[in-house]
């Protein structure tokens, strides 16, 4: 089992910025995939930025250029920084992870209005 813990959502203004943690715990050596999705009210739960099997990133189109997917692996722990926020960011920012998985944290809220 995987354990996984948000932090960091909040209120912040359009145009600012964020950044979400991920700490993982666990049997994290079987992790393969780790990333962020997000839910917002009405709508599906839909990938934002993740690192694959390879190491690689894939990003949403509507993350591209504004988010970044970081990892601190002596940390075990994910980041998502968000910059040039837009009220359409608003949503539950969730943490996946993959080995076999899904693992799922419990979410952290990410609100952006002025």
């Known amino acids: 089992q995987v354990q996984l813990v948000e932090s960091g959502g909040g209120l912040v203004q359009p145009g600012g910025s964020l950044r979400l943690s991920c700490a993982a715990s666990g049997s994290i050596f079987s992790i393969n995939v780790m990333g962020w999705y997000r839910q917002a009210p009405g709508k599906q739960r839909e990938l934002v930025a993740r690192?694959?099997?390879?190491?690689?990133?894939n990003y949403a189109d509507s993350a591209k250029g504004r988010f970044t997917i970081l990892r601190d692996n002596a940390k075990n722990t994910v980041y998502l920084q968000m910059n040039s926020l837009k009220p359409e960011d608003t949503a539950v920012y969730y943490c996946?992870?993959?080995?076999?998985?899904?693992?799922w944290g419990k979410g952290t809220l990410v609100t952006v209005s002025s």
């Open positions: 690192f694959t099997s390879s190491g690689s990133t």
């Open positions: 996946n992870a993959w080995g076999p998985g899904p693992f």
